[in-house]
């Protein structure tokens, strides 16, 4: 009856066209049915495999062991890394303090660290401990505008430095009279007077001198390029006047005290004549023999174990360039101070 009902219901194609050709003679059309029971089991199969769970096989835990195996080989190779910048921060700061000249933070970074920027404090201050324990040189970070560090000699005053040229000596000793004017002078001196003192000198700031070269240029530039000095315009002065300061390396490097000792030795009188330069220094004296036992404290109660084994090791290793040193610098220390001495004695009376 289905394929009665449906025949009953089509048209032939020819005769709708109004074609003449005898008419085919076409059986019903047959729909197949499709049992529910294979639908439902091939729905049940397709549920079966979306749900059935993951597990996972040898191969994927393998993939994992190396994974791991990788990352501590990683981390390893990174402290391998950290530590050869270490040393290579340590040279670099040796070699750039040949110059005088404070070493930029930012130099450092660019220059050593690069790609280790997030370790730089922690890169600075191992090469820090390495420096003191291994050379006796202290890595200070200036105070100035941007971060700048420079290298100071725990074994004896820079002064007297035996590692300096005689030329280097000569200049120290005129720099260490520049220091004692502007502290003589309450802390500042103007350009004119350091310039009429250095004349009192035979050193004329306009002329080239054989051991100092441009006078003016050595005192105005590469000094305060080192930052041993201060070079400012005095505010208000028309036409403009400047003046000489001690510049934040000077302040690490010596003190008032031994500035006021000089003069009086080159005076020949008692460092108590000057009464307000000795309380200053006094107090100078004092401040800084109080942060140093407060940085002192401070820094035995964070060290550790690890780091007092190898401060003792360094120390022991170093033990025999600190005697050399040492012995070295006794014989240069005469030398030294004769330069300061023989530029002191020409001032006259510019340091009372």
């Known amino acids: 009856m289905l394929g009665v009902g449906f025949s009953g219901g089509f048209q032939d194609h020819d005769a709708v066209v109004g074609r003449t050709s005898p008419r085919k003679k076409r059986g019903p059309r047959r729909i197949v049915p499709v049992p529910l029971e294979v639908e439902k089991s091939n729905s049940d199969e397709e549920g079966d495999e979306t749900s059935r769970p993951a597990y996972p096989n040898e191969e994927d835990e393998e ?11 990683l981390q390893y190779r990174t402290q391998s890394r950290i530590e050869k910048k270490v040393c290579e921060v340590v040279q670099y700061l040796l070699v750039k303090d040949q110059t005088k000249v404070p070493i930029k933070r930012t130099d450092i970074v660019n220059t050593i660290i690069k790609e280790y920027k997030e370790m730089t404090t922690e890169i600075i201050s191992r090469a820090g401990q390495m420096l003191e324990q291994v050379f006796g040189i202290e890595l200070k970070e200036i105070d100035d505008k941007a971060p700048a560090y420079v290298l100071l000699n725990k074994l004896e005053p820079l002064e007297y430095d035996c590692m300096r040229p005689k030329h280097d000596t000569a200049k120290m000793g005129l720099l260490m009279v520049i220091l004692s004017l502007i502290f003589m002078k309450g802390n500042s001196a103007k350009e004119a007077v350091v310039w009429d003192m250095l004349r009192k000198m035979r050193l004329n700031p306009d002329k080239k001198h054989p051991l100092f070269g441009d006078v003016k240029q050595l005192v105005t530039d590469e ?78 109660a964070s060290a550790s174990a690890s780091a007092s084994a190898s401060a003792s090791a360094s120390a022991s290793a170093a033990s025999a360039s600190t005697a050399a040193a040492a012995a070295a610098s006794a014989e240069t220390e005469a030398e030294a101070e004769a330069e300061a001495e023989a530029c002191a004695s020409a001032s006259g009376g510019f340091l009372e």
Do not use: C, H
């Not at 993939?63 to 080989?73: D, N, Q």
């Not at 220094?281 to 800084?288: G, K």
């Open 63 to 73: 993939e994992e062991e190396v994974a791991g195996a990788g990352l501590r080989s």
């Open 223 to 300: 000094f305060v390029r080192q930052r041993y000095l201060e070079y400012n315009r005095i505010p208000y002065t028309d036409p403009e006047e400047y003046e000489f300061l001690w510049g934040p390396r000077a302040f690490l490097e010596t003190s008032k005290m031994q500035v006021l000792r000089f003069v009086a030795k080159i005076q020949r009188r008692d460092p108590r004549s000057w009464a307000v330069q000795y309380n200053e220094a006094l107090r100078e004296e004092a401040a800084t023999a109080s942060a140093s036992a407060s940085a002192s404290a401070s820094a035995s």
